[in-house]
């Protein structure tokens, strides 16, 4: 005859249940615990998405800023400019308006008193035309050369040379015509 144990199976079934209990219950708990842990995560991640919007809304803010401060520095370089250029227009009209004077006054410096005797200087864009009297060829030969050695002469050539009586006395009448320098 067969012996059935009634008592045995339900201590196993009992035991089977607790064990289910006991895996289910660890079921949820770590189902619970790795739910906070993704809500954690992704509470991190969306607080850094807004930290980051809100540095790049700063920064786009700050870069506006900066536009338009570099387009007044633009501005102010292109007025520099602008005001570099005049100044240099009023330095060049203030060379141009004392090289005349300091022209003849280098010619007249020039000029040796008791040879040579200057009749006519006129000025013409670049050119300088010099009319006068030598007492011969050699004084005016003398004077073209220091002509050409003065820093306001670029060149000087000699336009006509001829031997004319002025009150009893022979003399060289010339004509040159100079090449005025730009400094």
Known sequence: MIKINLLYRSVEEKEKKTNIARQMVIFVIASVVFALLLASVQLYVVQAIMNLESEIKTKEERLVVLKKVIGEIDDIKAEKKILEKKLAVIRRLEEDRLFPIRLLD????????????????????????IEGVGRDNIAVA??????????YI??????????????????????????????
């Open 154 to 183: 670029q060149s000087v050539d000699l336009i006509s040379s001829k031997q004319v009586d002025l009150s009893g006395i022979k003399v060289q009448q010339f004509s040159l015509s100079c090449v005025k320098k730009r400094s």
């Open 142 to 151: 003398l004077f073209m050369k220091s002509l050409e050695l003065s820093k």
């Open 106 to 129: 280098e010619v007249n410096a020039l000029v040796p008193a008791k040879d040579v005797r200057l009749t006519k200087v006129s000025e013409q864009g670049p050119q300088l035309s």
